[in-house]
């Protein structure tokens, strides 16, 4: 079993870079012209709900992304993220009282942002997507998908919600939610993996799992992504502790088990407030990966000036 793992650290002015390459013999007399990858750019939590609707209400949604961020989302061919919550017709609670956690988004919010970031896929494999009952969860997915947006994944892991596939460039992605809090079983994703892996260039588990707040990955997690891997899972990426946590590689594929937040108000710490964007760029062979630092800073999500880190795995 070969594995390695990467301890990652955060800077915004200036970065740390990390380059693995891969070592591949060739017999070829010339240099063949680069491939093109596909580029998907995945980052953490999403929150349109409390202290982010009312900046966007003051500024405009537009506010919230700064030009760095929209330029860092234009540079993709698909763009993918964790929506932790609902778009209902519903007065927001948490506004009200942000001790109940139960968020819904304004669907005009909702719609300017995913669209003004041109966000592909969203996944629903989370705590908050039946904040407002199975009404509210289906009502999500209907404005998802009016807006052009794929959903996919359930609180429940319920089978019939649990994977999209996103066509590019005559290539099949295919995203799988996980949520490890309501049913920890694995059971329905590893076979969501196994079902899709003949019909997918590329499967991609997005997992909503771990300790809020906790800098590493726990037993639990490390279990769950190896046995996504195991099942054919190209790529894990990670949700839910609202702070970056360490990155893994199992088997030749890359686990990173949180990027932490990408638009939240939780401005109580550095931690919570510094997340990072992956970027994978898909070939035929390799896949490379580069991450960025997103800082918030009340409401407003910039990216840091220098890249964090970047590799590349067979």
Known sequence: MKRLSLALGIGLAGGIAI???VARESSLPFVTPPESPIRVLFVGDLMLDRNVARTAEAEGAEALFATSTRALFADADLRVGNFEGTITSN?????????????????????????????NAVSLANNHALDFGPEGYAQTRAALDKDGVAAFGHPYNNLAYLSTKVEQNGKTLCLVGYHALFVASTAPAVDEIGRLRPECWRVVVLAHWGEEYQPLANAAQKTAAHAFVDAGADLVVGAHPHVVQNVEVYKDKAIFYS????MFDQNFSWETTHGLALRADFYEDKTGFVLTPISITEQHASVGTSTLAGFTLP
């Open 19 to 21: 380059f693995i390459p």
């Open 91 to 119: 007065p927001s609670i948490a506004r009200r009282n942000n001790k109940i956690l139960r968020f819904t988004f304004s669907p005009a919010l909702t719609k300017a942002v995913l669209q003004g970031l041109n966000i």
């Open 259 to 262: 990027l932490g937040n990408f």
